[in-house]
């Protein structure tokens, strides 16, 4: 290979440097310069005697013999020499001096871009060279090779005799300084900075010094070696951008992106993996099935970049019938299809070329996508727009790396939820109907009930309200309890003890023998979880008063609030269900009008970051001031005072004794706060009724006089959820200024529509009702939605 130029080369740091005395033809004088490399390999110190010719340097140096050694030697210019050892020689003369620079550089030979095979070299061999001299305390050019004019567009001529600095045309200060800082210092510096070619554009040159010394150790010259290294870097900021988007996102599977249990947030730090790192812009639409299975639309989840983060939240719901092939989600697993083609309207692909607006992409770039797949199917699509430069091989096996992964997360986000929704459509099976209008015949009450659902959890907590009997029982009872864990099987158990106390209720009246039958029922049947539960009696006695009794079972006290002051019924507490059978004490309390019970589960005082000590002491202090004149209200206050979200499940009861006023049929005086109430309802047409029930005393509490309206509305919409929707239906009421404001929720995404009423008068009247009311409209939620109408008052 000797003698062979240029070589697919890339060069290292020089190895040795050169500034030999020599004139043509005649044989070289003694060494006028050498730099540290070359010193340390010739095993020479500080005040070593430097070699007197080029041969003695070499065999110092233990570099390989060669015979480009010899034509150094005799004063003459080599243009480039491989030697053995992979070392690349060159020898050329300084114009207008009596000077030979040789550069002895270590090489790495046959190297490619990985990323494009056969494009060539990474560095060519020889970058530009130039040698600077110090005089009068500066640097001047004393000369330039060819290779500085190919890589600047500047000619050596333009530069010989100049300063140092004007080899580079840029304004970077800083890099400048850095150079300068080392020159100063007598050591090797290396700057890339972005010059401009004299010739032609911007690029990033890459300038290295190197400080020559002469015999008595002072910097006499200054070796410069000028590259373009635009391309070069350009492959190492792409493969570095390849390696960080596939640590980030291996770091998905490790639950290191701060998602938790939230997949939205997942599938927001996959886009933003992608756009920071590889592609310009990205997105990942959702599937939502119909209930029974099949695509009902897809919607936009998360995006990221410029061109496609407005797009969240767009939906597209393609007809049943396919309108013909679909490129998209009939392309082969992890296949990137270019949304450049025919694709036939009212598919996924025409959709996604649609939002993409590779249309009006002045840069002609097409965006890709691919179908996300899970054992079950399709379960979304993830789209990217590359930059202008396109995406290559190795990027687009990243991306389709990335949706294989999004895929899993997707997959098992869809199977989490699934889990949670039975286990949660389990556990309010076995729950009361929780609007409280099949309370106490009598008494105010009021119930609630939330799962963890952000943390995708279903606790054993739960409630109930045992009516008396007609031919039976007079005494009524109420109980709140927790079976221990967060599971399927702990809601099974909470059915389980549920039916026990209802069992043990009806055979004794006193609270702590009933305890005591549910002690023994749950050993006998082996219930496998433990539970806390506080049960309570209540009977009306013939002067109109009430006696409350009740008995717990390591279970939170109870409160009782008389006027302005709240007592902790902290007596009668024994051991949790299921820890033996040991007497259980019963205590008694006479109820008045107007005082209010309270039971609950810790899911209502405690959190992260509030211990439950000092969550009852809150619930104490929201209770003693409440200034709602019902239970629903008092219900919304104690909500209010302690945070709206849970962070466990929770249950409450607030039992409230009316005023005799109100016994004799008398409206309850205008409540001032708070203005809004919930309930939760089941999905069946029982609750049509119980949604009408509940909107009417709402009116009358708050003293508003659109009570008839909002029952014609809450009856249409709880309606619509029932029969067309899925899920436990949630209807909420706010009494805003001059509007009373009402919304039901349920699971399905599907949103109501104002359509003409039918010929036979068998429906579409509905929704035209409710439009011509109020205003209306709806809101997407994370499992379906929320229809809302505002009506005036």
Known sequence: MPGRTPQALALREPAAVLLLRSTPGRPAGPVLALDDAGRARAGLGATDPLPADPETFR??????????????????????????????????????????????????????????????????????????????????????DGGYARTTGTPAAEVVGRPFADLLRTADDQALTALRDGLERGLPATATVLDHRADGPDFLHQVSTLPLRDRSGAVSHVLSRHSDVTRRTALDRTAGARLDALTRLAALDDGATGAGDDPGEALRAVVRVLGDQLVAAALVAQVHERPGGGLHELEVTAAHGHHLHGLVGRRFRPPRRRPGP?????????????????????????????????????????????????????????????????????????????????????????????????????????LPDSTGLEGIDGLDVWTFYASNADHAQVGGDWFDVLPPTPHGNPVAGVVVGDVVGHDVEAAAAMGQ??????????????????????????????????????????QRLEDGEWEMAWSSAGHLPPLLRRGAHVEVLSEATGTLVGLGERPRPTRERALSPGDVLVLYTDGLIETRSRPMRDGLEVLVEVLSTSKARDA??????????????????????????????????????????????????????????????????????????????????????????????????????????????????????????????????AGGHGMRLVDSLGRWGSTRTRRGKIVWVEISH
């Open 632 to 761: 629903a209200g008092i219900g919304e206050e104690l909500l209010a005072g302690l945070g709206e979200t849970p962070e466990d499940d929770t249950a409450i009861v607030v039992v409230r004794v009316p005023e005799e006023s109100e016994l004799g049929g008398d409206p309850l005086p205008t409540a001032d706060t708070p203005r809004r109430r919930r309930w939760q309802l089941p999905s069946e047409p029982s609750s049509i009724g119980k949604a009408r029930h509940a909107t009417l005393r709402a009116c009358a509490v708050w003293g508003l006089d659109c009570g008839p309206k909002a029952e014609i509305v809450v009856s249409e919409l709880v309606a619509n959820a029932v029969l067309h929707g899925w899920g436990t239906v949630g209807l909420r009421l706010f009494d805003l200024e001059g509007q009373l404001r009402i919304e039901v929720e349920d699971d399905s995404p599907e949103e109501p529509r104002v359509v003409d009423a039918r010929p036979d008068g």
């Open 326 to 430: 679909d490129p998209v989600l009939d392309a082969g697993p992890g296949q990137l299809l270019a949304l450049d083609g025919p694709a036939p309207p009212g598919s996924v692909t025409h959709w996604l070329r649609e939002i993409s607006g590779a249309d009006h992409d002045p840069a002609g770039t097409a965006a890709l996508s691919v179908a996300l797949r899970g054992r079950e199917g399709v379960l979304g699509v993830l789209l990217v727009r590359p930059h202008p430069a396109g995406l290559g091989a190795q990027d687009r096996a990243v991306v389709a790396g990335a949706a294989r992964r999004t895929g899993l997360l997707m997959e098992n986000a869809r199977l989490h939820a699934r889990e949670h929704a039975l286990a949660e459509t389990l556990q309010r099976s076995m």
């Open 59 to 144: 065999a110092r140096a233990a570099l390989p013999p060669a015979p480009a050694w010899e034509r150094v030697a005799a004063g003459a210019a080599v243009a480039g020499e491989l030697l053995p050892g992979d070392l690349w020689l060159t020898a050329d003369r300084v114009a207008g001096r009596d000077q030979l620079l040789v550069v002895v550089t270590g090489v790495v030979t046959g190297v490619e871009d990985a990323g494009a095979p056969g494009a060539g070299a990474v560095v060519a061999a020889g970058p530009g060279v130039a040698l600077s001299a110090v005089r009068d305390g500066g640097l001047v050019v004393d000369w330039a």
């Open 497 to 538: 003890i549920r039916s026990v106390v209802r069992t043990a209720a009806h055979e004794f009246d006193d609270p702590g023998s009933v305890l005591m039958r549910v002690d023994q029922l749950a050993v006998g049947m082996g219930i496998g979880r433990m539970a806390s539960l506080v049960f309570a009696t209540l």
